[in-house]
């Protein structure tokens, strides 16, 4: 299956991150929402980002280091629709995931759980981990 997906994230204390080119960035404790998509597998690509042993390659791979994945979620939309309509409503943390393409970024936050996962929720659809 290909499509995009989003990664809801809890960062459980804040910390600065070297972020590959992007530098380092301070993160506040709270929670992320990170939106990216899967061409080639979608279940391949959230199996990655679930396992701790990887080769840090994308922005998230960096930042999945201190912070863990809560819940995750798949669209039929395009990430870019996604991440557009999540910038309606959350923070973002500039350039993050979106080097490939023209939205401001891929990753957004909120101190609240609630909302975001609420919001996530009415975007996409809840996917079960393996």
Known sequence: MKGAYVLLIELPKSAEIQVGHLGKIRFQTGFY??????????????????????????????????ARIKDVYVSGEKECDIAKRLADYFDCV?????????CESHLFYDEDYGLLSEIINELCDRFEKP
């Open 33 to 66: 929402a990170y939106v990216g998509s899967a061409l080639g597998g979608l279940e391949a690509r959230i199996s990655r980002h679930l396992r701790k042993e990887k080769k840090l390659h994308w922005h998230i791979d960096h930042f999945l280091t201190l």
């Open 94 to 102: 500039r350039g993050f995931g979106s080097s490939d393409c023209a």
